[in-house]
């Protein structure tokens, strides 16, 4: 689709100067947009793509500048005055953030955010009325159809219901151009099916122009017409995204396409890129993914790999392209036809049990059942998997068993002792339960003290386990070996380190109590899709080695079929369903299932088009 | 419930363009002016060029000159030796506030911060309690009362500033504590004041120290006051605030012997808090991105 176009960067470079140093974040990108397409911007964090789509509406950070041309009907962005691009912004180009929760004026209502931009032929502010019918009109296209919305507040809508607001305001002065910036990343996998689903259709009613910056390649499959990725500030490759998904002409995309858990079996190993996303002047001069590709040569570091073109349409940044094409198909051949491995569950006596298990948060008038009585399972050496939505209770649930929380009513025990509420305990037998069960967190850029070397919070980790153990630093050592880092990082503070290796240390520190189940909740989720393949397979690794069970909380079904023999899907802090994962995944019985299944991003053109994915389900009270 | 985090980290985090020098002037300038005012504290008595106390009745109400730079006062003693004396007790004082306040308001605060629950309620209605309290009123009447004496004025303020150290750090500990960080090592087993101590405390120390700063410059200003009412230092005493007391007479004929020790005052008092904001930002980029 090459219609006429309505947007053109060349050029442009994106720079940060702090202190009198500066740091170069996206180094010379062309892109363009035509009237009626969607182009997604790939790339992982670190890659710039947000400071891209920043740049193009003037928003860009304290200390962070653009240079380069940014062409729409006739005029350089980048050299607008403040004033002119403030016209522009909302009536040309629209813009729709990642969070809704942050993303809407909290002490204004929801028709407010809309009606507040919108003026008459002669630029005045609309009547009351008439504000009021505009809003209640626009909250109905983006599929809101209670009119009282607009008389709400943002905290008392949830979050699919708030981007839903926050779509309908970047649409109020029908803009030509919308940026959305990750729009559904912060949301559940079925309102993101919805969200997607919406921008979609208002695209293409309206003829408008769309940018979606994304990491998730799926999503952008689904959703674009063409693709660029983005790596370390550079464009690797250009191209149709049909063409794309076909046959990747760039080793990290095809790293990228590789490193995706296939949803619908389960690996021996997962594909991942090794290493982590360099700074864009750490590898100026040469191919960015040079230093993580397995088909580097001496082309690839004599100097900078500018896309060149292939076909119509089609770019790419390699070098090498020409000699490495065929091992690239293959290689992806092999993978596609990587044989499904039968998860055997090899459960014995069950380590943890929990029968019929509820929590009531309280908070002032209301109450919320976080879990209505549910009862699972965990065998020793057993992976079990938990998902569900955010709400469903899956991480409640996860908090109980290692004493976070204390469940109102029912039993958890572990290993044969009773551990529901952890303050009755016997000290003996506390260190006990603390001993069996360890627990990784989601954010692993929150779950590290900030101020205590990676040293010492391993050593603090080893002497719990053993009060006075001798050789304590050797054990650092090698519990940072076993996650895969060198030795030497005991010396470094969390800052140092990546998002990947800071999640590899809080595994390292669960490791350190030789814990016979280890709960990990949402592990993955925070982390670049090129590093969750890595952490999976660690997952594995050390599975074989220790022979732990793992009780794997997690909203991404794909991640769940890799690791887990057995699932439970939690909806409303209940058991809807339980099973092989096999089974349940692959012939889901329960509807709420097979609504989870039907949200992982497909590409196909009927995954946003089908009823259920525009409609959604009956919005819910809250 | 679980807000599931979303998987792209903004790319940069950005804060406000400032220095990065690691000494700025006006900190080398601070620092200097405290060190001298800590010289004087300690060997003040040695470097004095008078005997502070020396009475010398023919020499009264001298105006400034070399040999005596601030003047004399009606007793005809040495206005600019009794300042560089009189810094002990612009130290001292304020020293074991502010140390005091800190000590026990972080003890308390941490506890109540952590541990919530009751201890929490107990510990904070006993702050309640002492804010009702209007601090300078009550340090004038008791010591007043009591007759007056610098360490009874110390000891005094002293306790009424722990509520407020208290209750700071109870709430940057409450901003703490439900931080993975936290939970994992309560998961991993370690015992609650090792997670008090080794963990959460480091992590408000940058607020502990600015307040202890805070609280010695405000410390210093309101034991002066106290002096300058009477109710300070004793009678005879060279310190700062006495002296602007005694020598406010004097305004007109020699402006000095009363300024002088006023401007030593504010001057310590806007240094010391001026360093208290600075090793704030110094501290609160440990473990911050680079």
Known sequence: MTGEPLLTVSNLRIHSRIGGKSRTIVSGIDLALARGETIGIVGESGSGKSMTARALIGLLPAGVFAEGHVEYEGRDLLELPERALRKLRGSELGLVFQDPFTMLNPILRCGRHIDEQLRDERGRRLGRAERRNEAVRRLAEVGIRDAGVAERYPFELSGGMRQRVGIAAALARDPKILIADEPSTALDVTTQREILALIKSVQVSRGMGLIMITHDLRVAFAMCDRIYVLYAGSLLEVAPAAAVEEEPLHPYTLGLLLSEPPGDRRLAHLHSIEGAVPAPDDVAGRCPFSARCSWTADECLAGPTPLRSLAEGRATACVRIDKIRPEMRVERLEASQRAHVEAVSGASSALVHVADLRKTFITGQRQVDALAGVSIEVGEGESVGLVGESGSGKTTLGRCIVGLETPTSGTITIDGIEAADYTQLSTRDRAAVRRSVQIVFQDPYSSLNPVRTIGSALQQAVLVAEPGARGVSGQVADLLRTVGLPPEYAARKPVALSGGERQRVAIARALAVKPRLLICDEPVSALDVSVQAQILNLFATLRHEFGMSYLFITHDLAVVRQIVERVYVLYRGAVVEAGPVDTVLGRPSHEYTQKLVDSIPRSDSEWLTAQQAVMGVAPDGD | ?290
């Open chain 2, 1 to 290: 419930m679980s807000v599931d985090i979303n998987p792209v980290r903004p790319e940069l985090s950005l804060g406000v363009t400032r220095s990065r020098r690691r000494f700025p002037v006006l900190i080398i300038l601070c620092l200097i002016f405290t060190a001298l005012v800590v010289f004087c504290a300690i060997f003040g008595s040695l470097v004095a060029p008078h005997d502070p106390n020396e009475q010398d009745l023919l020499n009264t109400l001298q105006q400034p000159s070399w040999d005596h730079l601030f003047g004399t006062d009606t007793l005809g003693r040495d206005i600019f030796s009794r300042v560089i004396v009189g810094a002990r007790t612009a130290v001292a004082g304020p020293l074991v506030i502010a140390l005091g306040a800190m000590l026990i308001g972080n003890t308390l605060g941490v506890f109540a911060g952590y541990r919530g629950g009751r201890a929490d309620f107990v510990i904070m209605r006993f702050c309640d309690l002492m804010f009702a309290l209007p601090a300078l009123l009550v340090a004038i009447v008791v010591v007043g009362v009591l007759g007056g004496g610098y360490w009874l004025a110390v000891t005094l303020l002293m306790i009424l500033t722990i509520p407020y150290d208290a209750r700071l750090i109870r709430g940057s500990v409450l901003e703490q504590r439900p931080r993975p960080y936290v939970e994992a090592v309560r998961v991993l087993g370690l015992k609650p004041r090792q997670i008090m101590v080794g963990q959460v405390w480091p992590n408000v120390l940058p607020v502990v120290v600015a307040n202890t700063f805070l609280n010695f410059a405000f410390s210093l200003v309101t034991l002066s006051g106290l002096s300058y009412l009477g109710l300070g230092a004793g009678p005879g005493t060279a310190d700062w605030g006495r002296m602007i007391s005694d020598n406010r007479n004097l305004l007109f004929q020699n402006p000095v012997a009363a300024l002088g020790p006023a401007f030593v005052l504010v001057a310590t008092a806007t240094t010391v808090n001026l360093l208290g904001d600075w090793l704030y930002e110094r501290l609160s980029d440990r473990g911050r991105a680079r």
